[in-house]
């Protein structure tokens, strides 16, 4: 992709910023490992679309998808990233219209984005992969286990439901997605990142989240918001594979009862809950967040 030269510098200035944001005044962050180094690529799938993503951990090691919720991006994960056991093979990417990668007029819909996730491992020759997915991300999550179930080995899914239209006062958010203009206010991208939070988060790692939703352009957060509000529920197949899922008590995005709607139709899936943790579980409880997920894996890989 076309990167100017601050673009350029921003990789390390990313990771810095992640660690710390991650780390300073948090005790639960006790490292299970060191952390492998993050790195950065960008590609060029076959659905049309660059995509940017962090990478980290043994290139022949346990493969993992991970995508972000709404107006998110990699730096999403990055409070669970260095955590995780090096002996993973970690992909956490900016899906199309988010962070840096590109932003097509079209091609929002949530089977679109699975699309790339599939020309994702297919451009990495990845076979099969674990697929971990927050709120949007758990979405695509479900749509990419429907498209090609045969490329998932664990699914993971984090706040999520069957889809968009499920959140709550969801008439309410798509009036507002659909009066924004660019330059989109900050404020608006503020309050919608803060109202998923409960437990406090260092102010750093919030501000880098604003920052980051703020890279959606006005007509990516319509289209987007549409096409995900259209979006049917994915059938998913299953038995096909293990599934873990994440919910907290204070959620203020995706209720109990959606939790458990979703629940219902993936009658394999196991759901863990967190009392006092809001809507992004993984960046308000990361280490027991991890601890659930590596112990899922190693099971799941018996």
Partial sequence: MRASPLAAALPALAVATALLSGMVGDPSRRA???PSPVSFGEIRLSTG????????GDPAGEPMILLHGLSDSW??????LPLFPSGWRVYALDQRGHGDSDKPATGYAARDLAADVVAFLDAKAIRRATVVGHSMGGIVAQHVAALAPERVSRLVLVATAGGLREMNGAAEF?????????????????EFQESTIHRPLPRAFVDRTVVESLKLPARVWHTLTAELMASPPAEVPAARFPILMYWGTKDAVFSREAEDRLQARLPRARLVVY??????VHWERPEPFVEELAAFVSVARR
Avoid: C, K
Avoid at 49 to 56: D, K, P
Avoid at 275 to 280: I, K, L, N, R, S
């Fill in 75 to 80: 730096f999403s994960w990055s409070r669970v």
């Fill in 32 to 34: 299970i490992q060191p």
């Fill in 275 to 280: 009392p006092e943790t809001g809507h992004a």
């Fill in 49 to 56: 679309v660059w995509i940017r993503y962090a990478e980290q």
């Fill in 174 to 190: 798509e009036q507002a997605v659909m009066a924004l203009a660019d330059p989109v206010p900050e404020a608006f991208a503020r």
